[in-house]
């Protein structure tokens, strides 16, 4: 979801709410083959908030769990954060990928944690950045080819 920082609130609630794009057509490509969780720090929004803005934008259906700071009660990049989800899904931080647009919060928060990451960077298309543990995309359509990269196999 794209975040418009001049509006407050719950996202559900905001003026105009719109997708990532791509985003629809790759995430209903992956789901048969992983759990599709959404993890924010959005603080006015509980999980039913949540929901409803996926809604308006027709990916309720695909976001298999949501993790939100008014459920964990910890914020991204905190490890109590990321422990938390690796506790829910019951899955070891290897077998988990965080897809996230914050370099600092998602990716290296995650990292912290065990869990490789892809940093989805849209802002700055020329700034690439990759490691043993995460990898950079600008279009979402790359995130297929990139977790088999920091995977080392086809998810």
Request: proline content about 8%.
């Amino acid at each position: 979801m794209r975040d418009f920082p001049q509006f407050d609130g719950p996202m559900f609630t905001w003026p105009r709410v719109e997708a990532i794009p791509h985003v629809e057509e790759v995430l209903a490509a992956l789901r048969p083959s992983w759990i599709l969780a959404l993890a924010t720090n959005a603080e006015p929004s509980d999980e039913a908030d949540i929901r409803k803005a996926l809604a308006r934008v027709g990916l309720h259906e695909l976001i298999e769990k949501v993790y939100c700071y008014r459920r964990i009660g910890h914020k991204k990049p905190s490890p109590e954060f990321f422990e938390y989800i690796l506790a829910d899904l019951g899955m070891e931080p290897a077998r988990v990928v965080m897809v996230g647009d914050d370099f600092e919060m998602d990716v290296l928060g995650a990292n912290r944690a065990g869990i490789p990451a892809v940093w989805f960077n849209e802002r700055a298309p020329h700034e690439r950045r990759s490691g043993k543990m995460y990898r950079t995309i600008h279009d979402f359509r790359a995130l297929p080819e990139e977790l088999e990269a920091l995977l080392g196999h086809r998810p």
